[in-house]
């Protein structure tokens, strides 16, 4: 093999082998937190909703089976209009709040370290126990988003 | 990077602009080298390593753009990357396919412009 095949080569293996090793982290940590979900049958969660006008409401403590989306628990705890898709359930209203221009509703869930956007949709996310869920009506053209107060 | 950063219909770029140049600086960079090595070589082998050339850049690209959103909102920048690993795969191969398809016509192109 010639030393130019040989480095094309090696620049091939890398990219492969950093995409498996990414995949293997994310589903690494997509089963440890699947699995730390669903370990007890009920599960309680912080819900907060903010309206983007200085109003926001909080249901602590919020009472759902374990297994349960963030899309089933607003709708246990509001009136929710939403849209379904292949991609995942994007919501139009809370309580009357209807998206509109570049405001809509965007959801965040609370880390170890900070703030961080909903990774998928809400009607794809399984949410654990004790965890603080958090749904703001927001400008969503600015870039990145503003995180909640 | 002005029709990416300030057109797009994402809205403007913002604070992640400058890792979007830095890893656009470093394809430059590297079209640059590999013009070097280009002439005389047949096209099946320049397809086969522009595209491994592609995914290898677009890959480098992500890990710095990702590592800028991960620093702009404060969070754990393997982390990031984990997350928005779906979102590079399909950013990693469409660029493979687009820089192993494009590179040798576009190049054939550009050295008749040349050559008048």
Redesign the interface.
Known sequence: MGKRTFVFVVLALLVCLTVATSFAGYYHYMYNDLLKKTRTKTIHINLGINYGNGTTEWFNQTEARAGDTLLDITMLATTVNYTSSTSGATLNEINGRRNSGNYWWYWWMLTNWGWFEGPVACDKYIVGDGETLYWYYQDISIYPLQQPP | MFVNGFLSP???????MPFQMAGMFIVGVAGGIYKR?VVGEKSGRLC??TA??G??LT?IYDIITNSG?AI?????I??T???G??M??IH?CSNTVFFGSAFTPLFKTLQKFLVR
């Open positions: 994402w809205g403007f770029a913002g604070m992640i090595y086969l390593e491994v050339l995914a290898f890959l959103t702009l909102a404060g969070r754990a393997i982390f990357f984990f997350m690993i779906t590079s795969v990693i």
